[in-house]
């Protein structure tokens, strides 16, 4: 029997190769002769560049960049033998970076994210997949258009300083001296949102709060987005406002769309592409997936949702172990054989990770060997 493991990460206890590994286990105490590959996985989100550098035979990177607050962090990378960069935003701007109260979305700035692509650009890279998730910034990628050499200017001539609230007075761009290496580069923002940039449902309005942005700066913010996409396309010739996913991370797709020519695609698919996870699927016969909570946004991107697809074209049934589930979660019994959580009840606690591991492979063993009897 062949079975693919192509779980993501369980945030805040697993990794995606560490709940691969769980899972693997506890196929292998039900079934021992099982042929079990393991293909870990991302939606463009944490996790994104250690997936595909595991699978793509990638070399780990790190780089000292500016933070969402302009301090140091090191920032970690992967480049692939193919030519290919694979970029976290969160490495270099992401939420995880600011202690609780430091989060600002008018101040926080994706520079680093900009330096990271030029870090990239430096070591020969032809195509640049970055992950838009996990953003402390509300910027529309301003910051990494000045580290790449745009100029974003106020109606005096002088350059905005860093932070979503500037764009407000932005009135001028001028990309003359944007990198020139970006010409001959391929991108890709791999995105599990498809919010545009502006309105209600853009970066400001659903991504602010968790940002450290009160009511009346979520409304400052888009509009200073506004203004940003309207300069963007007198300037640039370039429409971002209302593209699908332009408003992930804070609006680091609308510019890496303006600015870097780059496409944006769902994550998992991106992922599943590089580390052929559709050619992995042919003729097996099941896959095992999960991520720490499954619920009803899950089906609108992430990882879950991907593979199940993939497996289903496949024809291959499919088992998903989430960590716990949340409101919503029910749509997956369409599309899975088994769905058994780690942690029963959605307000259950997660078990820290070395519990976590054991936790996953156990529930993993005992819903094989209650799916193994229904398969005959």
């Known amino acids: 029997m062949r079975i693919i493991v192509a779980p993501q990460e369980y945030k805040g206890t697993l990794t995606a190769e560490e709940a691969a590994a769980a899972i693997a286990d506890g196929v292998h105490r039900t079934l021992p002769e099982a042929d079990v590959e393991i293909v870990p996985m991302a939606d463009g989100g944490p996790g ?18 500016r933070g969402p607050l ?26 995880t970076l600011l202690a609780e109260d430091e989060r600002d979305a008018r101040l926080t700035t994706t520079y680093g994210v900009g330096e990271l692509v030029r870090e990239a ?12 998730g996990g953003s402390a910034t509300n910027d529309g990628g301003a910051g990494m258009a000045a580290a790449l050499g745009a100029r974003l200017l106020d109606a005096s001539g002088d350059e905005i ?20 290496r970006l ?20 970066a400001s309005f659903i991504y602010g709060p968790q ?38 991370a804070g609006g680091l797709g609308a510019g890496i769309i303006a600015f870097l020519g780059a496409e944006i695609r769902p994550g998992v698919d991106v992922v599943a592409e590089v580390v052929g996870l559709r050619e992995r699927l042919n003729g097996a016969d099941l896959v095992v997936t999960g991520e720490g909570r499954l619920d009803g946004q899950t089906r609108y991107g992430k990882t879950v949702a991907g593979v199940a697809r993939l497996a289903a074209a496949a024809g291959a049934p499919l088992i998903v172990v989430p960590g716990g589930l949340g409101p919503g979660w ?47």
């Open 121 to 132: 650009l430096g070591a020969g890279a032809r195509r640049l997949i970055i992950g838009l």
């Open 330 to 376: 029910e749509w997956a019994l369409s599309v899975a054989a088994a769905v058994e959580p780690v942690v029963a009840g959605a307000a259950a606690p997660v078990p820290a990770s070395s519990l976590a591991a054991e936790r996953l492979s156990d529930t993993v063993a005992r819903v094989i060997r209650s799916w193994r009897p229904a398969r005959g």
């Open 70 to 95: 302009g301090r140091p962090v090191e920032a970690g990378w992967a480049s692939v033998p193919d030519g290919t960069a694979i970029i976290e935003m969160a490495a270099a701007a992401g939420l």
């Open 211 to 248: 940002k450290g942005a009160s009511p009346e700066s979520v409304r400052e913010l888009d509009g200073a987005l506004e203004n940003y996409a309207r300069v963007i396309e007198r300037d640039l010739g370039v429409a971002v406002r209302d593209v699908a996913g332009a408003g992930a």
């Open 183 to 202: 010409a001959g580069a391929n991108v890709i923002g791999a995105s599990d949102v498809t919010n545009p940039l502006c309105g209600p449902e853009g």
């Open 48 to 65: 994104t560049v250690r997936a595909i550098a595991s699978m793509a035979g990638g070399e780990m990177r790190t780089c000292r960049v």
């Open 161 to 180: 300083p860093p932070g979503g609230a500037a764009l407000a007075r932005l009135d001028r761009v001028d990309a003359g001296d944007l990198d020139p």
